[in-house]
Structures are given as C-alpha cells and as structure tokens.
C-alpha cells in the first residue's frame, strides 16, 4: 500500500492506494466519487477524463501513486466554478446530454476548450471533442453548448492550471522495486480454433543431407531449442507436450501455457506441431500450428520448408495493431529455420528469446493482426 | 481489467531512475500514457514501476546555439503550448497538436514515445526526419544515438533493461528550411495510417524524405533529390523503399509522400 495524499475538489485527502491502482479507480473505489465514469480504460473514450492540476487527463491511465499531491477535480467538485455553471446551463439548454455516461468527461473537455481556446470554432471544437465519445446525442447538442458559452463570454474560472512540481533532486531515498519471481502461468481451456489465423512460410536451404535434418527435426526438444520463447515441460512418447511459450512485444509480455501434439511423418519427411494455450493473466488465448517438411535438394543439401498458422484472442489479440504483426512473424519464422540450420550442422543456439522476441511473439503478432483486421471490419459495418 | 500487483517509485532524477531500475521486472514509466492501457489488459506486468515523469533533470530544457536539448519527461502538451522553447519554427509544436487528444497531451511525452518505438506515433517519425538524437543514461555510461540508429523494429530500441532516455537533442532549423510532415488518419487523435515528411535545409546542406508508419522503424528515402525533382514518383520511391505494403496501404503512403512534397513546393 501506498500513502496517497492529494487535493480532492478543494479538500486535503489521504488515503491508502495499491501502487497499481489507476486513479479512476481510486477515486471511485476509496474516495466514493463515483461520478468519474470508466468506459474503455485504455484513454481512449474520454468518460473518465477529470481536471488533475486544472487540466483534463485521463485518469483510467494516470496511476494513483504519480498524482502525489495533485489537485483533484471531477464532477463532483464543479459546482463552484463559474465556467462550470455556465457550461452546464448550456448542456441543459442544447440538450447536450441523454443518458449522461460521457458528461463528466465531456464537461471536463469543454472547460478545457472554453478556458484554453477562446476563439475556437465550431471545426476547432470538433476537433479538441474527437478525444470523447458519447453514445446518444451525436454531438450536435453538446458543440452546440460549447459554442454558446464561447460566444456568449467565457467566466473568469475558479479552476486554474497549475504547474507540474518537480521532485528535489534531493528526495527521500526512494524505495528500491521488488522483484517478483517468474510470472505465473495457468492452464486455460484451450478453445480457440484455427480458422481465420494467418499463414506465413519460408523456405531454407541446409547444407546437410534430408535424411540427416529429419533426424534432428524428430527431435522434439532439439525443435524447441530451435523456438525462441519456448520451453517443454513434458513430452509423452507419442509426442504429446506440455510447455509454455513466451512473448514479448515491446512492454507487452504474455506467457501461454498449455500442450501441443506433435505429429511426424517418415514416408513423406513432413511433420506438424498443433497447440494452444492460455495466459492466465491476461486472459488470452494462443492456437498455432506449425507444418515442416522436409526434401533433398542437390548434393549434400537439404530444403526446410515451414509454414506456420496462428490465431489468438482475448485481450492480446485486441489491443496490438495488426500490421506490425507480419514483420515480427517473418523474422521470428526466420530465425526459427536459421536455428534450425545450425542445430543440423551443429552448432548451438542461444536458448534466449533474441532482443525479447520469442517465435512465439511472431506467432502471437501475426494472429494479433488478423484479428485485429476482423475487428476493424466489424467496426465499419 | 485492472494492473497486476507492482511496486512503484518515483525517481528524482535520472540517476535516481537509473539506479531504481537495476531490478530486471522493474521497468519506467513516464506519462504513462501508453504503458497504461497495457498494464490495465495485464499484457505488461512489470514487478515495479519507476515514474520519471517528475524528475526535475528529465523535465528540464537547455538550449545551446545548435540545438534544444529536450527532457525526456516534457510532455506533448508543453511543445504544444510553446511552454519550451521550440528548436524549429513552430513545426515541433504542429506536430505535436496532432497526437491524440489534448487529455492524453497533458500527461504523454516525448521521452515515452520514443522508447515506445510505436512505428505510427508522431515524434517517432517527425523527429527522425529532423534529425534528432536522444541521450541514454545508465548507471556508468552516457551515449548519445541517432533516432535513425534507435529503433530496431516495430516496438523495439537499442534501449538496454538499465537505461533510460535523458534528453531528445533537437537540431535547429531557421525560416529559410522548409518544412511538411504529413499523418493519416481516419479520426482526429488516431496514429497514423501512413505518414511521410519532408526537409529542406539548405543551410545545413540536408534533404530528408521520411516515409513512417509503416509498422517498422521509419525510413529515409535515398534519392530525395530525385524525389524533389520529379523524376522518381511518389508511388515509385515507396514502391522501392517498403515493398512489402499492400496496394491499399502503398497507395495511401505515395499520397502522403505527394501531400508533404506539395506542402514543401507551396
Ligand atoms: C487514446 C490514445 C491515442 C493516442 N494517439 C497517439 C497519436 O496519434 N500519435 C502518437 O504519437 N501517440 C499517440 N498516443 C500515445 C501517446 O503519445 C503516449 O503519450 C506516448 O506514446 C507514450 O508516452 P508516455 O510518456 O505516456 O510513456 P509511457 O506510457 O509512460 O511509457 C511508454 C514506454 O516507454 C518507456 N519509457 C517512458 N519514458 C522513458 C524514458 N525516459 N526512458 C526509457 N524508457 C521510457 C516505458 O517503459 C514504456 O515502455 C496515444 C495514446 C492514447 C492513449
Ligand atoms: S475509461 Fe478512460 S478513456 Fe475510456
Ligand atoms: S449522453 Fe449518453 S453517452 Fe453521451
């Protein structure tokens, strides 16, 4: 816990916060305002949007612990504001408002239009609005509110911005972070399906006979040596495994647990590991499969051809954007075949995800942007 | 969905941020503007947090005869707001009018989206094209890197676990340069959909021709003269310069490329 202590609508509160509470939360959970509406918590609808240091900010992504001693306004503590009382004479009179989950944040942003852009235009506040959604009113009445008030003559405002304090360099020792041991993972009930993932291959030419590559791909832990990210726990002798795989996409971590079968195919040299898993935190879901095969190719050489189909979905599959996907796919499908050649003629791999790119990073990005695609699709229909 | 349990701590300064970072799980947070939403999808859980957004030496400006050195922590809003001084005229303070919405502005900054290293964000790709290069502290070197030699891939940085940016070094640009930066989006505050700047300095003897968000680190066209002049088109040079965009995406570049190469001419 921390001692949170900050000024709330004019009044000197403490309390205790859990260092990884957002504001909002905070706010709504410990100080009981609960008139700070939270819609996406990803700053991008606008509903939580509060005055920290008199200007608006998102306090679904503001943490609790870096708002120490800051000045707190939300609904609640507008009332003796009169740029607030004329905004809200004029939502009530341009009926800028129906169910009214948007109008904190909204009335948040108008004050900061009024008070910060008193020439704005109707295309200007349009402009400073697109960061706020609303649901009912289709924002006719609500510009139309802000622009009364502007061209009606603004109130000198009781809430001012005040400016950022930084920490003296001389600070308190600050506490040193704790580390956490490894993240954990769960089994999740695999029930995401193949259907729609993406499908990436590359070819590698190996300078080792087929028959010898073959020998080394039917070796299960050798294969996972080869994935960055991947790591076995148990493989049973008809080839099922249970493991986890990590990935890192920037900040962005997700650790899935769960089995894959693994198929092989002597007569043809081709083989197939199917799997799916689940990262128990952020509740998302992983399902690839991954085709080899191999065949001879001129003296003493040897063709690889992988293809690798993934899909995801939960909260991973949502947030990324799709196209960055392809690129990490590509790369992590390459560095996959390349290990894979040097295990063949061997040599040793580094068992690390490479600059915190797992394969498995690539896998989970590439059905990253495909679903992402398909929620864009849905988006515009 | 909520964060994941964590520590957290302020840092005074960069040597204080440096030296809390130490832990491998720890990771920085600036605006918190970005790294938010993924702690919230629990898609990042870090064992601790260092805020940096309050150490007095990251929010500080110096400038000297060549440049402006910028505190990683100067948020969007302050350039926006010319609170700090801008190294170019006034283009720093268009572009950063353009990101998201003035909410996310007042908290964002410029530190954080480098070292985010989004292919779409704004200062990754405007800063690029006028030639910055940012400071990275850690606890027993200081280096200074090209943002052309910073990013390393959508996402991805030279940034190692125990270093942080200290300060983005602006070059200064007078009137005689010309300037555009273009961004497309389908809504006022989205990332770009493409983008593409352009930069003549002819004191400082550079053309720079910057084709970005194309969901890999940004890159600098070579030929640029040969694009000012014509005899490359738009759609040729990024046909050349990212052939892997579908047609959709390689169209909506080339009229970004055109759009800031009218910009410059006008
Ligand atoms: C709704 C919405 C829309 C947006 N639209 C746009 C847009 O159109 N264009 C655009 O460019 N951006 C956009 N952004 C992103 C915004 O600009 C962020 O402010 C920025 O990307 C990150 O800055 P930050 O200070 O918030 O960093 P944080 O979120 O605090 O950190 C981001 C990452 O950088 C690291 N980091 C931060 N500071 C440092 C440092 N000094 N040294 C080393 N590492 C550091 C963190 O560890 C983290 O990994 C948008 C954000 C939101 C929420
Ligand atoms: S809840 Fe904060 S922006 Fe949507
Ligand atoms: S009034 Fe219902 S969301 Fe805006």
């Known amino acids: 816990m921390t001692r949170i202590h900050l000024r709330i609508n004019g009044r000197e509160q403490s309390g205790d916060a859990e260092p990884r509470t957002h504001l909002a939360d905070f706010l709504r959970e410990e100080m009981n305002l609960t008139g700070t509406h939270l819609g996406c918590e990803h700053g991008v609808c606008g509903a939580c949007t509060i005055l920290i240091d008199g200007r608006p900010a998102r306090s679904c992504i503001t943490m609790t612990a870096a708002c120490q001693d800051a000045d707190i306004r939300t609904i609640e503590g507008y009332l003796d504001d009169p740029v607030m009382a004329a905004l809200r004479a004029s939502f009530k009179k341009h009926h800028a408002l129906q169910c009214g989950f948007c109008t904190p944040g909204m009335l948040a942003t108008a004050f900061d239009i009024v008070t910060r852009l008193p020439d704005a235009d109707e295309a200007r506040i349009r402009e400073e609005l697109a960061g706020n959604l609303c649901r009912c009113t289709g924002y006719a009445g609500i510009v139309a509110a802000i622009k009364a008030v502007l061209s009606e003559g603004v109130p000198a405002p009781a809430i001012r911005p005040i400016k950022r304090v930084a920490l003296a360099a001389s600070a308190e020792a600050s506490p040193a972070i704790a580390t956490s041991s490894a993240p954990p993972t769960g089994a999740v009930e695999p029930t995401a399906s193949l259907e729609g993932g993406v499908t990436l291959s ?18 299960i832990q050798r294969v996972a040596a080869a994935l960055p990210g991947a790591a076995i726990d148990t493989v049973t002798p008809d080839g099922h495994v249970k493991g986890s795989f990590t990935v890192a996409i920037g900040p962005m971590r997700a650790s899935f647990g769960g089995n894959a079968h693994v198929i092989y195919d002597d007569a043809s040299r081709s083989g197939l590991v199917r799997g799916s898993g689940g990262d128990r935190l952020s509740r998302s879901m992983a399902a690839g499969e991954v085709r080899f095969a191999v065949t001879p190719a001129g003296a003493g050489h ?19 954007r799709g196209a960055v996907v392809a690129d990490i796919v590509d790369r992590l499908l390459q560095q996959f075949t390349a290990n894979i050649a040097t295990l063949a003629q061997g040599g040793a791999v580094s068992e690390k995800p490479q600059g915190g790119f797992g394969l498995f990073a690539a896998a989970i990005l590439s059905m990253l942007r495909r679903l992402l695609r398909r929620g864009q699709r849905r988006d515009q229909r | 969905m909520k964060a994941a349990s964590l520590s957290y701590a302020a840092a005074a300064s960069a040597t204080d941020a440096v030296r809390m970072l130490s832990s491998p799980e720890a990771k920085v947070i600036a605006g918190g503007q970005s790294l938010g939403p993924i702690l919230n999808l629990r898609l990042a859980r870090p064992s601790g947090l260092v805020d940096v957004s309050r150490a007095a030496d990251l929010r500080a400006v110096t400038e000297t005869p060549d440049a402006v050195h910028y505190g990683a922590a100067v948020t969007h809003a302050e350039m926006e707001d010319g609170v700090v001084p801008d190294a170019t005229p006034g283009w720093m303070q268009t572009v950063a009018r353009r990101i998201a919405y003035r909410a996310v502005r007042n908290r964002g900054t410029i530190g954080g989206s480098l070292a985010h290293a989004d292919p779409a964000a704004d200062w990754v790709n405007a800063l690029t094209a006028l030639d910055a290069s940012v400071v990275l502290t850690r606890s027993d070197a200081e280096r200074t890197v090209k943002l052309e030699q910073f990013f390393t891939g959508p996402f991805a940085t030279v940034l190692a676990a125990d270093e942080i940016i200290a300060r983005v070094i602006v070059p200064r640009r007078t009137l005689q340069a010309r300037w555009a930066y273009w961004k497309f989006c389908r809504k006022t505050g989205e990332f770009a959909k493409a983008s593409a700047a352009v930069l003549l300095d002819p004191a400082r003897n550079q053309t720079r021709i910057l084709l970005g968000a194309i969901e890999r680190p940004p890159v600098l066209l070579p030929d640029a003269e040969a694009i000012m002049t014509g005899s490359i088109t738009p759609a040729r040079a990024v046909a050349c310069a990212a052939p892997e965009l579908d047609a959709a995406s390689a169209a909506m570049h080339a009229a970004a490329l055109t759009r800031a190469l009218a910009m410059v001419a006008a």
């Open chain 1, 202 to 219: 590359r070819n590698v030419a190996i300078a080792v006979s087929a028959d010898h590559l073959w020998r080394e791909l039917k070796d």
């Open chain 1, 302 to 320: 040897a063709m690889l051809a992988a293809e690798i189909v993934y899909r995801l979905s939960g909260p991973l599959a949502q947030f990324g």
